[in-house]
């Protein structure tokens, strides 16, 4: 009898498994992995927490990052390489050439003065002056070394390769607008035009007209989707074009770069403050090329990465330790990323 019993109780067990599983979790076979799957978060939750994302557009300031009315210098710089350059202008080019003129200037009215026929009826026959000829062939070339060494310095500053753990955004000039790219944040594109004008004919088909809403900046410069950055960090920016030749240029980031077909010309981009900064296409691209404007919007990380995640497909890669894989030549890949993999995978195992 004791044994059909436990027949009749190992085919009740065999038909109905939740039971058996709830035996043994009453006998504590299995109470660990009831413990963990009680405490465990939901794993929904954190994904549909990362997808969120908000961005209002920056309101830009006016004077700033765009030409102004009686303007004659340079646009007020926000880059590193931009206030660089400016104090090249102001302080070594602007003085040598001021000097220059006036010295210029000096020797023309003595010789009117001294050396016209009235004052000096006897020519001088003076065919060759030693001391003379070598002042006015050593002084220019001092001047020029002394504009070459800060030029040639600012020159290698500009071309000088971005880190690489940089963000990289690639820039595509098309015939009249701008594609921006971001490999690094989901590989989304988003595709700029300029704002139509009130009161004038359509530009852009499909495009709403400037002043339409509050962020919006001058006329001509405004479109409807800037080319959004992270301020204060080192930006790879990868240029080409994909029908004629275009050109990327921001005066207030002393940037200017061409867009060539099948050509990538690579620059680094670092904006100091958080703004808008306008600029235009710079080499004459056809029909419309006064009508594809630049706008750069700077924002802080945590906005960026917002306005990132309102993109389908935006992913947020984080702040890098190291550059990945493809960042090292052969050779050059740390000694100690080459045993983490192997050791990543015995622990998963």
Same mark, same amino acid.
Do not use: C, Y
């Given at each position: 009898m004791i044994s059909g019993k436990i027949a009749r109780a190992a085919s009740q067990m065999a038909k109905a498994p939740g039971l058996f599983l709830a035996s043994l979790t009453a006998a504590g076979i299995m109470a660990p992995q009831v413990a963990l799957a009680a405490v465990a978060p939901e794993p929904a939750a954190a994904p549909a927490q990362a997808a969120a994302g908000s961005y209002t557009p920056m309101t830009p300031t006016p004077g700033i990052g765009m030409p102004v009315d009686g303007g004659i210098g340079f646009q007020q710089q926000f880059s590193k390489l931009g206030e660089y350059g400016e104090w090249i202008h102001n302080a070594v080019l602007l003085p040598i050439i001021g000097v220059i003129s006036v010295f210029v200037l000096v020797l023309l009215l003595i010789i009117i003065v001294r050396y016209n026929r009235r004052a000096n009826p006897v020519p001088s026959k003076t065919s060759h002056h030693t001391v003379l000829e070598v002042i006015w062939t050593l002084v220019p070339v001092l001047i020029l070394v002394g504009i070459a060494i800060p030029s040639i310095d600012l020159l290698a500053k500009q071309y000088k390769p971005a880190p690489k753990d940089a963000l990289t955004i690639k820039v595509t000039g098309n015939q009249w607008f701008w594609t921006y790219g971001y490999p690094d944040n989901g590989d989304f594109e988003v595709i700029s035009n300029m704002l139509n004008l009130p009161g004038q004919p359509t530009i852009n088909n499909g495009v709403r007209e400037v002043g339409s809403e509050p962020w919006d900046g001058? $006329? +001509? %410069?405004?479109?409807?989707?800037?080319?959004? @950055?992270?301020?204060?960090?080192? *930006?790879? %920016?990868? *240029?080409? /074009? $994909?029908?004629?030749? +275009? $050109?990327? /240029?921001?005066? $207030? &980031?002393?940037?200017? &770069?061409? /867009? @060539?077909?099948?050509? *990538?010309?690579?620059?680094? &981009?670092v904006v100091e403050k958080p703004g808008v900064y306008y600029g235009q296409c710079s080499e004459l691209c056809g029909a419309k090329h006064g009508y594809m404007p630049i706008a750069v919007e700077a924002l802080p990380r945590d906005k960026y990465n917002a306005w990132v995640l309102t993109h389908a497909g935006g992913a947020i890669d984080g702040q890098k330790a190291a550059g990945s894989e493809t960042d090292y030549l052969p050779g050059e890949q740390p000694a100690g990323e080459a045993s983490e993999a192997p050791a990543a995978e015995a622990a998963a195992e």
């Open positions: 001058p $006329s +001509h %410069l405004e479109v409807d989707n800037r080319m959004v @950055v992270p301020v204060g960090e080192p *930006i790879r %920016l990868q *240029i080409t /074009a $994909s029908d004629v030749i +275009h $050109s990327f /240029a921001v005066p $207030s &980031l002393w940037f200017k &770069l061409d /867009a @060539v077909p099948g050509r *990538i010309n690579e620059k680094v &981009l």
